[in-house]
């Protein structure tokens, strides 16, 4: 089946670490976002990419940087990891026509 | 700017009651908009959206342009609807997906 995958799954960290959450699809959609699940706050938008070659803050960018390596790859760095980015990120795929986002099973961060 | 609220973090109700889930709005042209859910353990998934006009799994939703309102419907809870529901928003020129806060559902037997 046709998937949405990242790694890592759960990841606990340290103050000032750099860190990468990955994503992949076997969609082949175009589109690509990062979402982060805090608890009250839903779902915020970070970025998000409509081809390899387009990359758009969201509604919380600060503090966070983005990769599209191809279509089926997008990538969330955290350069220097703080407590309040401690959160479950979501990435998801979408089509242009519907709309319909597909989300990957989520990466819980930890920071200490 | 789009902006989506959902004014109930936690709503409550007993098996067989009538169930309404409130979403509302704020955007400048013609919007999509969009019901999640994420049932416990599961992916978020897409329950329905506004322009399909469907029911699905005995929920629906209309969207009020006058009262900027899209509010998810259910007349009779199941426990299994017991899950986080979110309400989306895309603009008229097919952009990104704006999310509300959410809402926690709890069907009680």
């Known amino acids: 089946d046709a998937d949405v995958t990242q790694t890592p799954r759960n990841r606990i960290t340290k103050t000032g670490k750099r860190i990468m959450l990955e994503c992949s699809q076997t969609?082949?959609?175009?589109?690509m976002y990062w979402y982060r699940q805090d608890p009250g706050l839903g779902l915020q938008l970070i970025y998000y990419s409509f081809d390899v070659k387009d990359i758009n803050k969201g509604e919380i960018s600060d503090g966070y940087s983005v990769s599209r390596q191809a279509q089926a790859k997008f990538s969330l760095s955290l350069e220097s990891a703080i407590p309040n980015q401690t959160a479950l990120y979501f990435c998801a795929t979408s089509d242009y026509y519907t709309g319909e986002l597909f989300f990957g099973e989520g990466s819980r961060l930890t920071v200490l | 700017a789009q902006r989506v609220t959902q004014p109930e973090k936690l709503l409550s109700v007993f098996k067989g009651a009538p169930v309404e889930l409130k979403c509302n709005y704020s955007y400048s042209g013609s919007p999509e908009l969009f019901w999640y859910v994420q049932y416990s353990r599961q992916r978020l998934q897409l329950l329905l959206r506004h322009i399909s006009r469907e029911s699905i799994k005995g929920f629906t939703a209309d969207l009020n342009k006058g009262e900027t309102s899209f509010h998810l419907k259910k007349p009779f809870a199941q426990e299994e609807d017991s899950a986080m529901y979110y309400c989306?928003?895309?603009?008229?020129?097919?952009?990104?997906?704006?999310f509300g806060q959410g809402t926690e559902l709890s069907v009680k037997p």
């Open positions: 989306a928003l895309r603009g008229n020129q097919g952009g990104k997906l704006i």
């Open positions: 969609k082949g959609h175009d589109r």
